[in-house]
């Protein structure tokens, strides 16, 4: 079956980097983007941004422009995201999800999430 | 800041109707992008509920129903059950920002 599985939690201090991870199974990795989205503590869905598994294309959110990256290794069908310079508001649950169709597509399936704590 | 806006909340009955409105403008659903609705059960990831604006994925009970008209879209549970009890999420594209973006959210409650 589709499946995407990411990586641990993590803690962090102000101003450090995470990385976050999201392996594949179950369909051609290549064939769809996947998305990223967070969810901090009682909040709702933020969209963060999209990548192209098939060429590496991106598209970030404005609001993390410049702080946030997003790669594929599609040797072993894994995602990343990688949040730099990070700040409390960055505590939260971390989603990754395939896009169907395209870019703008829907997200299915979902990573089971990563909770990602910045706390000195 | 969300640039579709839900009802925070709205509860029911068990067996009753409700109905989560989704607002947007001429940049996301008012311009032709297709809503997708997602449900969250406390402490889980969200899952695919409703995609093209009124599509059921395999498994997921017709109870749920999607619908999309001018800048709004809605979601209509029909016979409502205590397991339906749950966050719900609508999504779309917005070509003024060039991104992906949800819904405020809508908790169900069943009563």
């Known amino acids: 079956q589709v499946q995407l599985v990411q990586s641990g939690a993590e803690v962090k201090k102000p101003g450090a980097s995470v990385k976050v991870s999201c392996k594949a199974s179950?369909?051609?990795?290549?064939?769809?983007?996947i998305s990223w989205v967070r969810q901090a503590p009682g909040q709702g869905l933020e969209w963060m941004g999209w990548?192209?598994?098939?060429?590496?294309?991106?598209n970030y959110a404005q609001k993390l422009q410049g702080r946030v990256t997003m790669t594929t290794d599609t040797s072993t069908s894994t995602a990343y995201m990688e949040l730099r310079s990070l700040r409390s508001d960055d505590t939260a649950v971390y989603y990754c999800?395939?896009?169907?169709?395209?870019?703008?597509?829907?997200?299915?399936?979902w990573g089971q999430g990563t909770l990602v704590t910045v706390s000195s | 800041q969300s640039v579709l806006t839900q009802p925070p909340s709205v509860s029911g009955a068990p067996g009753q109707r409700v109905t989560i409105s989704c607002t947007g403008s001429?940049?996301?659903?008012?311009?032709?992008?297709?809503v997708h609705w997602y449900q969250q059960l406390p402490g889980t990831a969200p899952k695919l509920l409703i995609y093209?604006?009124?599509n059921r994925p395999s498994g997921v009970p017709d109870r749920f129903s999607g619908s999309k008209s001018g800048t709004s879209a809605s979601l209509a549970i029909t016979g409502l059950q205590a397991e339906d009890e749950a966050d719900y999420y609508c999504?779309?594209?917005?070509?003024?920002?060039?991104?992906?973006?949800f819904g405020t959210g809508t908790k169900v409650t069943v009563l």
């Open positions: 999800a395939r896009v169907v169709p395209a870019a703008i597509g829907w997200f299915d399936p």
């Open positions: 179950g369909y051609t990795f290549t064939s769809y983007g």
């Open positions: 990548i192209s598994a098939y060429n590496g294309n991106t």
């Open positions: 001429s940049s996301n659903i008012g311009a032709g992008y297709d």
């Open positions: 093209g604006n009124s």
């Open positions: 999504q779309s594209y917005d070509s003024s920002l060039s991104e992906g973006v």
